[in-house]
């Protein structure tokens, strides 16, 4: 029996460094090697019959490593490339998955991680290659998403594989991470782009017209209800649907969203003929719906349903390496929209490197938009940065009740003391945590209220709660709110 033949690896790349190590840990892994550090040998090559893989780089002194990708699949389909890449942006991961790269590494990665890509490449069944939907063409400067830090390359990475595809996704990210970012950038590189992007936010619509919002209705079929609505599902025909803080989905609207993903069609509030869902749906929440599962607020079937393809965005204190081309760009922004023109100084850059962003991107970039406006030097220093942060930093005291300075946790602490000790066994009935969760969610926001005599805006700045978020627990709770008095 003949020994099995040594595949060879062809690799591209014009930096004389990485084609040696590449080089090295390739034979050292059992194949056979070529290097070259132009597009045209490596096109010579893959014209003569010549290797197993391609391994290339984008950027090359005589070609595009990724325009050459289309012709390498027309000439040999069955042909498996590796594009390697500091232009380590979406639209650059994008545009090598669309091409028909196999697979993308943003530069530096770990030789192990090659290997193993390598690996995975020449095993993999020899499919025929989708057909090449090209991207937009951007710039980097207008890219939905700024980074190059290793967890946003995989962010990349998993969203180039999902733009040729309708499957369903869940983002889930701390509040101001960018979901609505994400979402968008699913639809606008993906084969739903030429369609529309409707967006809808379950915490900033009353419970009681979510369905008529999602679903539409029909003249009478409510009180108030005087004419034909359209919901967003009929506006997002042919494109995206994003479901924007899918946690606070009510219950019986969950049912309907359940039914629609299941059978592909819907009837609007009052109708009866069908309508078929032509969408694709990406859903988005900062909460943990496995705790809302366990609560019983949210249903596991339709969990399942949403979370075909998990997305979960870092918070920003997880990829500081961005916050320097976060601000640049947020900057330049600023001065696209008439703002002065401004710099930010080494130091300055570290000291927002080391803060630790609890509001995260959307954090981020309200204090660059506010240094430009508020500061009149063209270059912004470190001292500035620090003034506006040092508030921002200052530790909450403790909140003091009662005339012994009693902490208010050690306040709810004693009550709930009693309250278990007052059950048989110590064991209250289920749902405990919602019910004091309201319990002191109503005093606070009324106070709030009293405070701000009844402005809204204000209240919701005093909570540290987004406007809509505040309206719809004033809803919720049935509190009554009165302008001008306090």
Do not use: C
């Amino acid at each position: 029996m003949a020994p099995a033949r040594t595949q060879t690896i062809l690799v591209a790349d014009d930096d004389r460094a990485i084609r040696t190590v590449l080089h090295q840990s390739l034979a050292r892994a059992g194949y056979d090697v070529k290097v070259t550090g132009t597009a045209a040998a490596l096109w010579r090559w893959v014209e003569a019959g010549e290797g197993d893989l391609v391994l290339t780089d984008v950027v090359m002194p005589d070609e595009n490593g990724l325009d050459l990708i289309p012709r390498i699949k027309r000439q040999r389909p069955d042909l498996r490339i590796v594009v390697m890449s500091a232009q380590n942006t979406l639209l650059t991961a994008v545009k090598a998955t669309e091409r028909g790269a196999f697979e993308y590494l943003a530069k530096p990665f770990d030789l192990k991680q090659l290997i193993n890509v390598v690996q995975r490449a020449l095993l993999a069944p020899r499919e025929a290659s989708p057909a090449v939907i090209e991207p937009p063409e951007e710039s980097d400067e207008t890219l939905p998403l700024i980074g190059r830090s290793p967890a946003m390359q995989e962010i990349y990475r998993v969203l180039a594989r999902l733009m040729g595809t309708d499957l369903t996704v869940m983002i889930h990210g701390e509040s101001g991470t960018g979901k609505e970012l994400v979402a968008r950038a699913l639809h606008d590189y993906g084969k739903r782009r030429s369609g529309p992007f409707v967006a809808i936010n379950m915490a900033a619509i009353p419970r009681e017209l979510i369905e008529s919002e999602l679903f539409g209705h029909e003249k009478g079929a409510f009180t108030g209800a005087t004419q034909r609505s359209t919901g967003r599902f009929e506006q997002a025909q042919g494109g995206t649907l994003f479901l924007d803080e899918i946690g606070d989905m009510p219950l019986d609207a969950q049912t309907r969203l359940l039914r629609v993903l299941q059978e592909g069609e819907y009837t609007t509030v009052g109708g009866r003929t069908p309508i078929k869902a032509d969408v694709r749906i990406i859903a988005a929440t900062h909460r943990d719906l496995r705790q809302l599962i366990r609560q019983g607020l949210f249903r596991e079937d339709l969990f399942y349903r949403l979370n075909v393809v998990p997305i979960r965005l870092p918070p920003l204190r997880e990829r500081k390496e961005d916050v320097p081309a976060l601000v640049r760009h947020f900057l330049a922004e600023a001065h696209s929209e008439g703002l002065p023109r401004k710099s930010i100084e080494p130091a300055a850059l570290d000291r927002l490197k080391n803060y630790s962003w609890p509001g995260n991107v959307r954090e981020l970039e309200n204090l660059v938009r506010r240094l430009a406006v508020l500061y009149s030097q063209d270059e912004i220093t470190a001292d500035v940065v620090n003034e506006e942060l040092a508030e921002a930093e200052e530790p909450q005291p403790a909140l003091e009740v009662g005339g012994e300075g009693e902490s208010l946790g050690s306040a709810v602490e004693r009550h709930l003391k009693s309250f278990f000790s007052a059950h048989a066994d110590g064991m209250p009935g289920s749902g405990l945590y919602d019910l004091v969760l309201r319990e002191v969610e109503r005093p606070l926001i009324s106070l709030s209220l009293s405070a701000t005599r009844g402005n809204q805006i204000k209240a919701a700045e005093l909570l540290g709660l987004n406007r809509n978020t505040l309206r719809k627990k004033i809803r919720e709770l049935d509190i009554r709110v009165t302008r001008g008095l306090k």
